[in-house]
């Protein structure tokens, strides 16, 4: 598990600011994913990503931006802070398996606070 | 796309009773098919899996089936302690570009001694 982690654990922004939550794992897995979780909602898709320079949308997409321009990153921006955006959000990684028959592996998650 | 169903959103069971938590699918194209365990304030870890040409597997106290025609899939838990008090998510596999997992909504399971 210490091979995907997620900075920071804790984030309390400003409404209208950018941030940025960051992704980071060891095992060069080809896949990540990001999750944000809510009471109620389990965990829903945000982006993910095949491999490098390789991104695509999730179920919830709107108000974020990823990029991954090296295979052991992946980072999370929201461009403008609302507070609807206030959750847990979940980095998880995977490695490529016959017909997808793989563990993904989460990181610790952030916890973010729009104010 | 995929969607997901789990019921239900919260089970109390007493030590030692059987607990059991079912997940429906959308996509008969899914082949796989995990549940993750989430303690408070902890990160979801894999308890079990199967996959599309399995119809049950087992470990320990824990157990999953998996019904495809009627693509519906369900954990069960025997013996239950109150260790196994967390939150319980069922995923499944959507075959498409990134093999993404979708979530179920999850189960709390309280455990009572």
């Known amino acids: 598990d210490a091979g995907i982690t997620q900075s920071p654990r804790y984030k309390i922004t400003e409404t209208g600011r950018q941030v940025t939550l960051m992704c980071h794992q060891t095992?060069?897995?080809?896949?990540m994913f990001w999750y944000r979780q809510d009471l109620g909602h389990g965990l829903r898709l945000i982006y993910y990503?095949?491999?490098?320079?390789?991104?695509d949308k999730g179920e919830v997409p709107d108000g974020y931006v990823v990029s991954r321009s090296k295979t052991e990153n992946f980072p999370l921006t929201l461009e403008s802070a609302t507070r609807s955006q206030t959750s847990v959000y979940f980095c998880?990684?995977?490695?490529?398996?016959?017909?997808?028959?793989?563990?993904?592996?989460f990181g610790q998650g952030t916890r973010l606070t729009v104010v | 796309g995929e969607n997901v169903e789990q019921h239900p959103s919260t089970l109390s069971v007493q030590e030692g009773d059987s607990a059991v938590i079912k997940c429906t699918y959308s996509?008969?194209?899914?082949?796989?098919f995990p549940w993750y365990k989430q303690e408070l304030g902890k990160r979801p870890q894999l308890i079990i899996d199967i996959r599309s040409n399995v119809g049950e597997k087992k470990d320990q106290r824990i157990a999953v089936t998996l019904n495809k025609t009627a693509k519906h899939f369900s954990l069960h838990i025997t013996e239950t302690q109150p260790e196994d008090s967390a939150v319980y998510f069922c995923a499944a596999t959507v075959m498409e570009y990134g093999n993404k997992l979708v979530f179920g909504a999850g189960t709390i399971l309280r455990v009572k001694s």
């Open positions: 998880a990684s995977r490695r490529p398996g016959t017909e997808g028959l793989t563990e993904a592996f």
């Open positions: 996509d008969s194209a899914s082949n796989y």
């Open positions: 095992w060069s897995h080809s896949y």
């Open positions: 990503s095949a491999a490098a320079d390789i991104t």
